[in-house]
T-cell receptor
């Protein structure tokens, strides 16, 4: 399982774009990169998943460079409700794949 | 979208008693479910992998006789914390593999407090 490294915490202000970078130097060929969001006392919620280049959905974008050794989750125009812990996970995500969570990044959005 | 539920959402029990937590996939079948434990301000820790119709696979350091897992159907897995002690107080979360997707769906979690 590829080990991931993320900043422990980040601060931002409402309306700003937030970029959270995750390092995964030993990512394998079959591995996908998945980001989850977790609010206190709730289960994690899927945000976005990608394999290479750029993926965008209604809530975020995921940028993956050609070497795939890192990835960046981009949250456009954050609001107070985006204050949460964000986890970067790397793995082949095939059925039965064990998801091992790293420490995650605590994002604080201020007014 | 795929929904995973947990019951109860919170439970308080006395030391020495057993508590059962249910995890259900509401609108899809889940061959594999996972159980996690999360202490305050910490990340999720995988406890075990639950496979329908077979024995669960426990992570290193997790006592299988204390945390009994049963996955009797494709939509239900249960975690029983036996002879609970205050140090078992935690937030327990389950997840299930999505059908045909590379995504895991997480339940809302169960807060266990052992007094």
């Amino acid at each position: 399982l590829a080990k991931t490294t993320q900043p422990i915490s980040m601060d931002s202000y409402e309306g700003q774009e937030v970029n959270i970078t995750c390092s995964h130097n030993n990512i394998a060929t079959n591995d996908y990169i998945t980001w989850y969001q977790q609010f206190p006392s709730q289960g994690p919620r899927f945000i976005i998943q990608g394999y290479k280049t750029k993926v965008t959905n209604e809530v975020a974008s995921l940028f993956i460079p050609a070497d795939r050794k890192s990835s960046t989750l981009s949250l456009p125009r954050v609001s107070l409700s985006d204050t949460a812990v964000y986890y970067c996970l790397v793995g082949d995500m095939a059925p039965g794949f064990k998801t091992i969570f790293g420490a995650g990044t605590r994002l604080f959005v201020k007014a | 979208g795929a929904v995973v539920s947990q019951h109860p959402s919170w439970v308080i029990c006395k030391s020495g008693t057993s508590v059962k937590i249910e995890c259900r996939s509401l609108d899809f079948q889940a061959t594999t479910m996972f159980w996690y434990r999360q202490f305050p301000k910490q990340s999720l820790m995988l406890m075990a992998t639950s496979n329908e119709g077979s024995k669960a696979t426990y992570e290193q350091g997790v006592e299988k006789d204390k945390f009994l897992i049963n996955h009797a159907s494709l939509t239900l897995s249960t975690l029983t914390v036996t002879s609970a002690h205050p140090e078992d107080s935690s937030f327990y979360i389950c997840s299930a593999d999505g059908e045909g997707s590379y995504e895991q769906y997480f339940g809302p979690g169960t807060r266990l407090t052992v007094t």
